[in-house]
Structure formats: C-alpha cells, structure tokens
C-alpha cells in the first residue's frame, strides 16, 4: 500500500515539474518580446510618405475609410481569419484623422472612426479588438470577427507576414 502511495506522488512530482519545466521554456525570452516591442514602436512612428496620402486621398469614401482602418486593426488583433493588411502607423491615423474631421458631415460613422482613430493616435490599443469589430459590425462581417489583442511577438510575426 505504502509502495502504490509512494508511486502516485513521485508520478504526480514529475507531471507537476514537468509542467512547470515545460511552461518555463515555453515563454518567450524577455529579450525577445523587448525586440518585438522596438520594432512596433519604430513602425508607429514612421513619417508620413508620399504613399501614405496617395493611400488616403482626402476624397476617401466612407466604405474606404472603414476598410483602411479595419486592415489597419488586423496588426493588433486575433481573428481566425484576417482580409487586408495596412500597417498602422501614426502618421497613417493621423492622415485618417484629418480626412475624417473633414468629411465628418459626409460620413455616417465618423464619431466611430474619430472614437477609434483619436484612441490610436495616442497610442491606445488597449480596445483594438472592440475596435475591430465596431467597424467588423458596420460591414456587416460574418467570418473573422476579433477574439482578442495580439502579444507584441504574435504582432511582430504579423508584421513580418509570419501570422
């Protein structure tokens, strides 16, 4: 009895380290997400370029502003499947801004974009999973929706066309 007693704990001990050992590894190494974190930085603050404002022509309809930020949002989010791909830069959101402020009385949604876009800017992407799908919702999305944030190595894969 003593025997079978002794079995099942050092059989749980080995489960229980092995777990431990197997999840400790299993992270990234710190430097690794610092990196991940440098080059999403260096990303958002990219200038503006010429290809920007050909991007986001000040004429932009609203059905081109909803897809300009939602391929933009894709940098940040999970979806199970993702159509368009923007990198998001602040010069970008900034371009969006003023397009937006601009048309304001045109756009059906631009406190939605101007919510989003102002939040962005400042460098919030605490709610780009919501955000996402705010504009997910407008197009009338049924596959892709938006289950949660990316960790900053899942969005440095992305950015690298890993994801």
Not at 16 to 24: A, D, K, L, P
Not at 32 to 43: F, Y
Not at 45 to 54: Q, R, W
Request: net charge negative; glycine share 4%.
């Amino acid at each position: 009895m003593q025997k079978k007693i002794l079995a099942i704990l050092c059989s749980a001990a080995v489960i229980v380290i092995t777990g431990f050992g197997i999840s400790y590894f299993m992270q990234p190494a710190e430097e690794e997400v610092d990196e991940a974190e440098e080059l999403i930085k260096t990303i958002f603050y990219t200038e503006i370029t010429d290809e920007d404002t050909t991007l986001f022509p000040l004429n932009m309809s609203e059905y081109q502003m909803q897809e300009s930020i939602h391929a933009m949002s894709h940098q940040k989010v999970k979806a199970n499947q993702k159509w368009g791909k923007i990198l998001l830069t602040q010069a970008r959101v900034k371009r969006l801004i003023e397009i937006t402020e601009t048309k304001k009385n045109e756009y059906t949604y631009s406190d939605i974009y101007l919510d989003i876009l102002y939040r962005w800017y400042e460098g919030d992407f605490s709610r780009a999973d919501k955000d996402h799908n705010a504009i997910w919702n407008l197009q009338s999305g049924s596959i892709g929706k938006a289950t949660g944030l990316l960790s900053p190595i899942e969005e440095k894969n992305y950015i690298n066309g890993e994801e």
